[in-house]
């Protein structure tokens, strides 16, 4: 029988590094210990149904919303994995009020990261075995090393991440990952436990026709944004209208989707959630550098995400993510609002 090649994440990742001159092999420890994270949260999530890890856990997290024992089992694993890489001075999760870090162990605050990550993205659809994500960010500490770890490193500007990434646990489990050099993606072999290329420098069409958005709330949205949902709706041949509505309410299985066919992906302002639902520095940042990489745009309706400059770490804002043209022309209808 022949065996067939491949090409593995850590594999990758050293042939990144080999292409940099001077470069430490710091961040590749960084992102293998993130692989190594993501292969053992997706052997926890494969078991969930089998096992008694379902299920609210009882705390209530930061945001006011019941947390499910995934949540903390993927947090916690992420948190042990960072800490194990050496090369992670801090994190800002959503599990976690605070930022977490290891001021007891120099080793530790030595590292030159600081990693923003949603350890388990749309845990509500944990119970109904429905693909769900981890989402991280990855910048490079501001505060010098071997000092504890300040707000400054976190409270800086997405276009500032060196690297971002998800994992979606879906039909297939897939890591995605841009460091600044296009977006690529790795699926995890079961058979022999590695992620492996398997998508090749990502591009998203610039058209797409497929829109995600919680349709529930048609009512409470801006005006801008129920005029682009009818204009997806209406009926015209020519742009391939109406377009479809696809919407599993798990940001990055949601997002991988358009990403890869064409589409737009939008958690708009309401009256009651002026800056929407979604977390700029462990959602919408990571999201918005691999759309951008992958040749697409991501902005809050006014400003482009990247720029935003953070005022908290677990601070929501409102998210238009995708195909460059249709989130482009969201901006334009919003703009034409009072
Ligand atoms: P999380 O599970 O990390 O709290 O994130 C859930 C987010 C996001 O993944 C999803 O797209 C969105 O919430 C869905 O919100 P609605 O149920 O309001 O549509
Ligand atoms: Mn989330
Ligand atoms: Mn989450």
Redesign the pocket.
């Known amino acids: 029988m022949q065996g067939y090649t491949v090409k593995t994440l850590t594999q990758f990742i050293i042939e990144q590094q080999a292409s940099i001159p001077y470069a430490t092999g710091e961040f590749s420890r960084l992102l293998y210990h993130i692989g190594v994270a993501a292969k053992i949260v997706n052997k926890k999530v494969n078991k969930a149904g089998l096992v008694d890890i379902l299920g609210e856990a009882g705390h209530v997290n930061v ?1 006011g ?1 019941a947390q499910k024992k995934l949540d903390l089992m993927a947090n916690w694993q992420f948190i042990q994995s960072l800490r194990n890489s050496r090369e992670c001075c801090g994190i800002a999760s ?1 599990e976690d009020q605070e930022v977490i870090t290891w001021d007891d162990d120099q080793l530790t605050r030595d590292g030159n990261y600081v990693v923003c990550m ?1 350890p ?5 659809n944990i119970d109904v075995n429905v693909s769900i994500g981890t989402i991280f960010g990855i910048y490079r500490r501001i505060s010098p090393r071997g000092e504890r770890v300040t707000m400054d490193d976190f409270m800086q500007p997405g276009h500032k991440q060196v690297a971002a990434g998800y994992v979606i646990y879906g039909s297939s489990t897939m890591l995605v990952y841009t460091a600044g050099n296009g977006v690529f993606g790795f699926t995890l072999d079961p058979s022999i436990g590695e992620f492996c290329l398997s998508n090749f420098l990502i591009k998203t069409p610039a058209e797409g026709r497929i829109y995600s958005v ?1 349709e529930g709330n048609f009512e409470h949205f801006p005006q801008g944004v129920k005029d682009y949902i009818r204009y997806c709706q209406g009926v015209d041949k020519p742009t391939g209208r109406p377009y479809s509505t696809r919407y599993i ?4 299985a ?1 997002f991988h989707r358009n990403l890869l066919k064409g589409g737009i992906y939008m ?1 708009p302002p309401t009256a009651a959630a002026p800056n929407g ?2 977390r700029l520095l462990y959602e919408c940042n990571p999201i918005a550098f691999i759309a951008e990489q992958a040749g697409g745009r991501a902005s809050n309706g006014a400003e482009r995400i990247l720029d935003i400059q953070p005022e908290s770490i677990h601070q929501r804002m409102p998210f238009y993510v995708g195909s460059a043209h249709m989130v482009q022309k969201v901006e334009e209808l919003l703009s034409h609002e009072g």
């Not at 388990?120 to 509500?124: F, P």
Request: charged share 35%; proline share 0%; glycine share 12%.
């Open positions: 945001q919303e959503e949603d388990l993205d749309g845990s509500s919680n309410g798990s940001l990055v949601d958690y639902k979604l």
